[in-house]
């Protein structure tokens, strides 16, 4: 074939895919209508993830050339695309803007959603929790630094469910307008990036270099945009958000830093199947009682995946996870059991590995 052929081929191809995405979306406000009706929510996290799931297992079948997380990619894309038609919902994220919580908040609802930002994990509780958003998305845990203390006081203190977790692989670029590395006089980052890529800024000298810590990465790629003599320590969002170039990429010491992100609304989710759960748990002060607690786990087969304990308001709690959905009847009868001693905070699809 010639290359006009091969055009006019994805041509009439691009324009078969028009028409079946706009047949999928009146199908969407049927669906819509039907969910109005009884009040149910426009977002199924579950929903998605068995569309997504029977779509791979379908490609590798044909032999198809998409990959899974191409997939997943084109899909979320999609699924964003129907949820704004039906129902613009605006999602508050722990700012600002370009931050890996907003390229968490991205991965599951699509460049086209109405995001807010908002400065702390409190905040964003609050405005879910106040109607003016309906989502939430915020850091839990990140692979070198832990669980996210701010995190789990507002999941104590406030009655939204976790609907749904985003793990996302933290990479940093050094992004400078500058036109040699020679030419960098300042680098601007967030004081916590410095010491994950210190191995890089010994490495080609830049140890030397003076390094101004401001309060988030995009901020840093802000400032560096504006100086031509600096660079930022930032993520590929930020760089190209303020039309940074990128100078070296992943430049962080440890290449498997990754952060959990939750996102948390007003409903719960329905079984999916491949679901996981999280509590918090305030036992009786006795002898023995989180042995009796965990022992009713182990009994039932239940997989526990994790288990913290924090303090909430001078008070040990535990924060406890495992396999599962909070209607399957082995865990409902641990529920009831314990059912003073445990507050419900979610359970929703399990992804992939965890930090």
């Not at 895919?17 to 426009?42: C, F, P, W």
């Not at 030419?183 to 980052?189: E, M």
């Not at 999916?272 to 607690?293: E, H």
């Amino acid at each position: 074939m010639t290359l006009e052929e091969l055009r006019e081929n994805i041509d009439r191809i691009d324009d078969k895919l028009l028409d079946l995405y706009n047949e999928r979306l009146k199908y969407v406000h049927e669906v819509g209508v039907l969910k109005n009706s009884t009040g149910a929510s426009i977002y199924r996290p579950e929903r998605e993830q068995e569309i997504l799931d029977r779509l791979k297992k379908r490609n590798k079948q044909s032999g198809g050339m998409l990959t899974d997380k191409a997939i997943d990619a084109l899909f979320l894309e999609l699924f964003a695309v129907a949820r704004n038609f039906e129902l613009p919902e605006r999602i508050a994220f722990l700012g600002p803007e370009a931050s890996f919580t907003h390229q968490a908040a991205e991965m599951k609802f699509g460049a086209m959603s109405s995001y807010l930002p908002i400065h702390s994990i409190k905040g964003v509780f609050r405005e879910v929790a106040r109607g003016q958003a309906k989502f939430g998305v915020v850091p839990i845990e990140n692979s070198f630094n832990g669980i996210v203390s701010d995190t789990i006081t507002c999941l104590s203190d406030y009655e939204l469910k976790i609907i749904a977790e985003v793990m996302v692989d933290i990479h940093h670029v050094l992004a400078t307008k500058a036109e040699d590395i020679k030419d960098i006089k300042r680098i601007y980052s967030k004081d916590i990036a410095f010491g994950q890529c210190s191995q890089f800024l010994s490495d080609t000298g830049l140890d030397m270099v003076e390094q101004i810590p401001v309060e988030s990465t995009a901020k840093a790629a802000q400032m560096a945009a504006e100086d031509s003599n600096s660079a930022a320590i930032c993520s590929e969002v930020a760089a190209k958000l303020y039309q940074l170039p990128m100078l070296f990429e992943n430049i962080e010491d440890e290449g498997h830093n990754r952060t959990r992100f939750f996102i948390v609304s007003d409903f719960e989710n329905a079984p999916s199947g491949r679901d996981k759960t999280t509590i918090l748990v305030k036992l009786p002060n006795r002898p023995g009682a989180l042995v009796d607690f965990l022992n009713d786990f182990k009994e039932a087969k239940i997989d526990l995946t994790k288990i913290k304990s924090h303090i909430v308001g001078g008070i040990s709690i535990f924060f406890v996870e495992f396999d599962g959905h909070k209607d399957d009847e082995k865990i409902k009868k641990i529920f009831e059991k314990h059912k003073d001693s445990i507050k419900f905070l979610g359970s929703y699809v399990k992804e992939g590995d965890d930090v």
